[in-house]
């Protein structure tokens, strides 16, 4: 198979699909990659790196994908990407389609095949994807909401650990998966006082069971999360219904009642986030005030430390990437139900619920 990997597009995404030692990798097994130049660079990787591991370099996107049977991205296209999409083509990428019918629609139209990063669910329920991409943005998550409760930055003026004689800061929770999780051992660890609130309650025993004594659990019903958001210094939005759009736990009426310099950091923006007051926001340009309340809402919030975050994309990719282009995504699909469970798309025919309950769609179950 042709195997493309074009430079990403979205504002401020500095990570890349492919490292060299995929491209190496999928070389031994009979495949071509084709790399557009400079692909690399953000995540620190030259052009010189890629040729070495045997890739082709390309100049022109088009190129990439015009040739390619399989594209591998890390973002979702973007409108100026739209045309260059191909029937029958494969994409596999971050769509989150419930958060975008514009794309939705134009890539039913393109017929392309989309197999979502996200929606990959192996035996034990986990999406091995999403997963070390939340566990980069829970961490970070800590690190900018920290960053921006500084005076400077129009925050509260707090330190999360406090100082001993001053209390620490309040940091809230909503949301106990990955990102939660890992938000909550950064937290915990600078010293904060976390609630984490979840509605799996087997979930909040085994946070219970791992966590240290300043991270306290509750369930997540609308009377916890009001009082817990009124006493929050830093509220982490973390909640996923897989690949639908996210459920607004947070309301407006909420947010009013934060203390002025307050931050939100909602993650789950990527799948329209769990704030009702939140927007999409980028890297470049990450927050904005509503209700005296700093929102930071970056799509992609990974793509801030590549280096660390393309290495870790491309070690789940890969096996699966390897699996489409060895069999084809039909055989794929058959013989392995976690890229079956990827798979939103094909040819025209959208084959996700959640996607289209998101829009009132009708969908088909896609039968390799
Ligand atoms: N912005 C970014 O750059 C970025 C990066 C990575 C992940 N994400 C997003 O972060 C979100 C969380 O991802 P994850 O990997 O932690 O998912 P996950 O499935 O591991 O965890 C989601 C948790 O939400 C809980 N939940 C569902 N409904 C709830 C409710 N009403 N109240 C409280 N909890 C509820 C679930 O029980 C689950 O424990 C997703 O939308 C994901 O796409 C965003």
Excluded: W
């Excluded at 005296?292 to 990719?317: E, G, Q």
């Amino acid at each position: 198979m042709i195997i493309g990997v074009p430079k990403e597009t979205k504002s401020d995404e500095y990570r890349v699909a492919l490292v060299p030692a995929g491209v190496e990798e999928l070389l031994k097994r009979g495949h071509t990659v084709i790399i557009e130049q400079g692909a690399g660079s953000g995540s620190g990787i030259s052009d010189e790196e890629y040729q070495r591991a045997g890739a082709q370099l390309v100049v022109e996107r088009g190129e990439i994908y015009d040739k390619a049977q399989l594209v591998m991205k890390v973002k979702e296209p973007l409108p100026e990407e739209y045309p260059l999409l191909r029937e029958e083509q494969i994409v596999f990428t971050f769509f989150h389609f419930a958060a975008s019918k514009q794309l939705t629609d134009a890539t039913l139209k393109a017929k392309a095949v989309a197999i979502a990063y996200e929606t990959i669910r192996d035996e034990h329920g986990q999406h091995p994807i999403l997963t070390p991409m939340s566990e980069v943005a829970g961490r970070m998550s800590i690190q900018e909401g920290a960053k921006y409760l500084e005076k400077p930055m129009l925050g509260r003026g707090i330190l999360l650990s406090g100082v001993p004689g001053v209390a620490p800061a309040e940091v809230v929770i909503v949301g106990g998966g990955v990102v939660g999780t890992n938000a909550a051992k950064v937290a915990s660890g600078f010293g904060a006082r976390v609630t984490m609130l979840d509605i799996n309650t087997g979930r909040l025993r085994y946070l219970d069971d791992i966590m240290p004594k300043n991270v306290v659990t509750l369930i997540s019903n609308t009377q916890n999360i009001r009082q817990k958001v009124r006493d929050a210094d830093l509220l982490i939005g973390a909640v996923l219904i897989e690949g639908a759009r996210a459920p607004h736990v947070v309301t407006k009426e909420m947010v009013q009642t934060m203390k002025p310099g307050a931050v939100i950091v909602d993650v789950a923006i990527d799948q329209g986030g769990c704030i009702e007051t939140s927007k999409p926001t980028n890297h470049s340009n990450p927050v904005y005030r509503e209700y005296d309340v700093l929102h930071y809402c970056v799509t992609n919030i990974p793509s801030a430390v590549a280096c660390t975050s393309t290495h870790a994309l491309a070690n789940v990719t890969l096996p699966y990437a390897r699996e489409i282009a060895d069999k084809g995504y039909e055989r794929a699909a058959r013989e392995n139900p976690a890229i079956l469970k990827g798979i939103n798309m094909v040819k025209g025919v959208l084959t996700n619920k959640a996607v289209a309950d998101a829009f009132g769609m009708s969908y088909r179950i896609f039968q390799s």
